[in-house]
């Protein structure tokens, strides 16, 4: 039996990021790219307040009114007004100075409808890493080289602090890199169902730029990795996770079926019991 084929992912750059796109089953990756990049491409020009001319930023401005804005935002808005109540205020979509800034679910939405792109042409067995909030679905088929980093393909000179994809025979695998060592991983875990999602937020590479709207102060985690079985909850949770500290942690695995990695500004990992059955 002829051993197993090694490929790499194919990647492009989109919402700030890179995208990196993985097919099982020795389907034609590039005609997934067909289907995938399209979607970002949409949400990023009708959200990105980096884009002058998107429709968020217009809004920002002032150019249109929010009850004047398209279907697709003032849903996205709702959507980010739900979280923020089933989180008790610690996700919003307002920032500090009050412009609307709804990049805490755009890209987790970009990758869903990605996802749902590829499964509706029957390409059932793929994995999604945007930035390092990934989203996996069936199995990987043959074995992919190595663990990549989120931006590993690309030179860019940023490394993202989040996990990274890789196939370990008939299972989707990331790996949680480590916020003190870009070079380090602190965890590889499975995507097994239900859980097939995971985002990852913190300060390692960006600094401080998760609001903490309940108290002002420093958040006590310094990097965040919710796994769930969708990208919207698992991203948005991480980044209510880092805002809110030990008590919406505490709140939310109570709550909501996710399981939880953080490392604390100590360099402490916690993780929910599941992660410690798996990991």
Not at 121 to 141: K, R, Y
Request: aromatic content about 6%; some cysteine.
């Amino acid at each position: 039996m002829p051993a197993p084929r090694s490929r790499t992912a194919l990647t492009f750059d989109t919402m700030g990021t890179i995208v990196s796109l993985r097919l099982g089953d020795r389907d034609d990756v590039r005609a997934g790219r067909a289907l995938v990049e399209p979607v970002f491409r949409r949400w990023d020009e009708r959200f990105s307040l980096y884009r002058e001319d998107s429709e968020l930023s217009r809004i920002a401005r002032g150019n249109i009114r929010l009850t004047e804005a398209s279907e697709h935002v003032r849903g996205c808005y709702a959507l980010a007004l739900e979280w923020r109540d089933r989180t008790n205020g610690v996700f919003t979509p307002h920032r500090a100075d009050g412009v609307i800034d709804l990049s805490g679910v755009v890209k987790a939405l970009a990758i869903a409808e990605a996802g749902e792109a590829l499964t509706a042409q029957g390409l059932l067995n793929w994995s999604i890493n945007a930035g390092g909030d990934v989203l996996v679905s069936g199995e990987p088929g043959d074995r992919f080289d190595g663990w990549e980093f989120a931006d590993g393909a690309v030179p860019t000179g940023h490394r993202v602090a989040a996990p990274a994809v890789a196939s370990i025979r008939t299972e989707w695998v990331v790996a949680i890199v480590d916020p003190f060592d870009r070079d380090g991983v602190l965890a590889s875990v499975p995507l097994r169902h239900p859980l097939r999602a995971v985002a990852t937020s913190g300060s390692a590479e960006r600094g401080e730029h998760i609001w903490t709207p309940l108290t002002g102060e420093m958040s006590p985690f310094r990097q965040v990795s919710v796994f769930a079985a969708d990208i919207v909850t698992a991203d948005v949770l991480a980044t209510a996770i880092v805002a809110g500290g030990e008590a919406t942690l505490n709140e939310v695995t109570a709550r909501f079926a996710i399981e939880v990695l953080t490392v604390v500004r100590g360099g402490q990992m916690l993780a929910t019991p599941g992660l410690r059955r798996n990991a």
